[in-house]
């Protein structure tokens, strides 16, 4: 076994048992963006990832954040710019005017914690990445019950039942408290990723992260 290899080893040891936050929002762009490469950069490390789909709007409402409708043109025009840049430079396809948007993210959201409850993490970030791709690469509206069953179905996952059991007290209760959490720890953006109990905003951080998940 090489010194390169030695090392790895010896930061997947240290790092076992490890947490990152990953609070994020279905209907991000940026979190989609993002997505895949925080699951390879846990799985690299052996960090674990709480998904944490929490309520923007309620956290915008506390800390200052404006709904993208309401933002000045010239925020909009180059928000526009970045996601094609990021799209690009990722080679991930988006489209960054999606048919369905905007678009809220609550069913989807509950969805995801049902599928975390019933079938563990790993199936319930599969599912997100699905939810995220149906809007920004299918345009598909991800506010639509059918549409997420029909999402949850094509992950060989039983989208009714899993639906079904998003609409209960238990799933609204951990998106609460998941907003809470996020308000708590003073985000204000998603994506949101929290290691150490150090906080980082947006995918365009994900560097940061893995230095942090190597420390």
Avoid at 56 to 83: H, I, M, T, W
Avoid at 207 to 212: A, I, S
Wanted: overall charge neutral; hydrophobic content about 40%; proline content about 4%.
């Amino acid at each position: 076994m090489n010194n390169a290899s030695n090392m790895n080893n010896a930061s997947n040891n240290a790092n076992r048992g490890k947490i990152c936050r990953y609070f994020f929002v279905p209907q991000s762009p940026w979190s989609y963006l993002g997505h895949a490469r925080l699951i390879a950069l846990a799985r690299q490390h052996a960090v674990q990832i709480e998904v944490c789909p929490f309520d923007l709007g309620k956290v915008f409402s506390v800390s200052g954040g404006v709904p993208l409708s309401k933002r000045s043109p010239q925020r909009q025009a180059y928000r526009l710019q970045e996601l094609a840049r990021w799209s690009q430079a990722l080679q991930l396809p988006l489209n960054a005017q999606p048919k369905f948007f905007p678009v809220s993210g609550d069913a989807a959201s509950r969805l995801i914690i049902a599928t975390r409850l019933a079938l563990g993490v790993e199936v319930a970030l599969e599912l997100t990445g699905a939810i995220m791709r149906a809007l920004w690469v299918e345009e598909r509206n991800i506010g639509d019950e059918d549409t997420l069953v029909q999402i949850a179905n094509s992950c060989e996952l039983d989208g009714r039942m899993l639906f079904k059991s998003s609409d209960t007290a238990s799933v609204q209760a951990e998106y609460d408290r998941n907003t809470d959490d996020a308000t708590a720890a003073s985000v204000f953006g998603a994506p949101w990723y929290i290691v150490d109990g150090e906080g980082y905003w947006g995918q365009d951080r994900l560097d940061f992260v893995e230095r942090k998940l190597m420390e």
